[in-house]
C-alpha cells in the first residue's frame, strides 16, 4: 500500500510550544487511541478498539496508550491497558474548525488556516465569538503535539449518516499531520458518501493517513474508488473485530438461535419488526432456545425494548451488551437472525450462519459487506419491511440451521485477521515506529 504524503501540503509555521520529550517517560511512544463508542458502550466498536490496543501492544509494548472515554472505569471494565482522555476539547476543536470552514472551498488557502497555524486559528476564535473554547483549543493541539502516533480505531464512521463523525476525524487528522505526528486508520468502513462536502473532508483526510485499512471489499472499496483511490492506496483487511471473535472457544453444542436488532433512523426499523420476528420463529420452531444480543447497552437505547417483544415456548436467555457476554452467547447458537452489523461479523467469525434484516440502502450496504467478507456463504439478507417477510424469514430459518458451513466461515476469518495484523504492522512501519 502506499500513501499519497504531501498530496496537499501541511506546513505548520506555527513554532512547536512542546517537545514531546517533556511527555514521554523515556523512549516510551505517546499512542491517542479513538474510539468509535466514546462511552464504551457499543459492543463493536469496544471490541474494535480493544484489537487495536492489543495489535499496539503486540509491537509497541512500552507504549502511553490514550484513548478518548467518557471515564476510565468504561475503559478499565474491558480490561483495556489505557488511560481515559476526554473529548470534549475534541470536539470544540471539530466544532470551532468546522464553523470555520462551513462556508469555505477546500482550495481556499483560509480554508487551511486551522491545521497551518493551529494556535494563531485557536487564538481567532475569539473574534468569532468562541472565546469559552480558546482554552479547549489549546489544551487539545497541545495534546495532539505531544503524541508519536494517532490510531483510529476500527469503525464505520465516514459516511454521509455521520456528519459529526466525519467533521471530527477529518479535524483530528489534519491537525496530527500539521503538527508531525503520523495517523493510522485499521478497519474502517467507508461510504456511503454522497454529500458533496462529506465528500471532500472526507477525502482529504483520508489522503493523509500513513495507513488505511477497509473492512470489506465492496461498499467500501466502491467508496474510495469513487473518491479517486488506487488499490495501492488502502488495505482491505476484513473487519477488525473478527480477531476477537476467533478468541472464543466452539462449545459441543450449538442449537440456540440468536436474535440481535438495531433500531434506528439509519437502519429503518421500528419496533414493530420484533413481533414479525416472533412470528417467524413461532411458525418455525416455538420451543426453541433463543438468545437475546443486545448490541447497545444504556438509557433510551431501543434495541433491547425490541428484544423484548420476541416470543416463543421455548428457553430465553439475555446476554449483557460487552464482548464478554455476546461472543460466547453466539458461540452457542446454530444461527443468527440479526440488522446489527456486529453481530454479523461475530456470528460469521464463529463459523455461524446469519440472516440479516436491513430495510435501508446504507443498511444493507453495511450488512451486505459482512456476507461479502465471508464470500456469501454463510447467510443471506431480507427486508423486514416486506410484506411476506415472517414467511421469507421461516423459510430462511428451516434453510440456514441445518446449513454446514463452519468450517469456510472459520477459515475466512482466520484469513482476515491474519491480514489484519499484517496490515497493522505495515502501517506502523509507514509511521515510522517499527
Known sequence: MTT?????????????????????????????????????????????????????????????????????????????????????????WGSAVGNWQHELDPGSPRWWLPFRHPYVFASSTVRTGQFKTVPLLFDWIRFVESMDLVVLAGQGAIHDRSDRGVWRIASLTLLAKSLGVPVIAPGQGVGPLLDRRFREHAA??????????????????ETMRALGFGSDEYVVTGDDAIALALDQPTPVERETVGISLRLNTASGLGPEVGGAVSEAIERFDPDRSLALLPMMEGDGVSDTAALERIGGAGPRSVAEATPASILPAIARCRVVVTSAYHTAVFAQSMGVPVIALAATPYYRAKLGGVLSMFDNRGGEMLDPTDPDFPARLETSLRTWVRADVADDLRRRAREQATAGDEAFAMFLRNAGLL
Open 204 to 221: 482529504i483526510a483520508m489522503r493523509h493517513f500513513d495507513g488505511l485499512g477497509l473492512r470489506d471489499g465492496s461498499g467500501s472499496v
Open 4 to 92: 499519497r504524503r504531501g498530496a496537499i501540503p501541511l506546513r505548520t509555521r506555527w513554532p512547536r510550544t512542546v517537545s514531546r520529550a517533556e511527555f514521554s517517560a523515556g523512549d516510551n511512544p505517546r499512542v491517542l487511541l479513538t474510539s468509535g463508542s466514546y462511552r464504551f458502550n457499543n459492543v463493536g466498536d469496544v471490541a474494535m478498539c480493544l484489537v487495536a490496543a492489543r495489535r499496539l501492544r503486540a509491537h509497541l509494548r512500552s507504549a502511553n496508550v490514550y484513548v478518548t472515554a467518557a471515564d476510565q472505569a468504561a475503559v478499565t471494565r474491558h480490561g483495556l491497558d489505557a488511560t481515559a482522555v476526554d473529548n470534549v476539547p475534541w470536539r470544540a
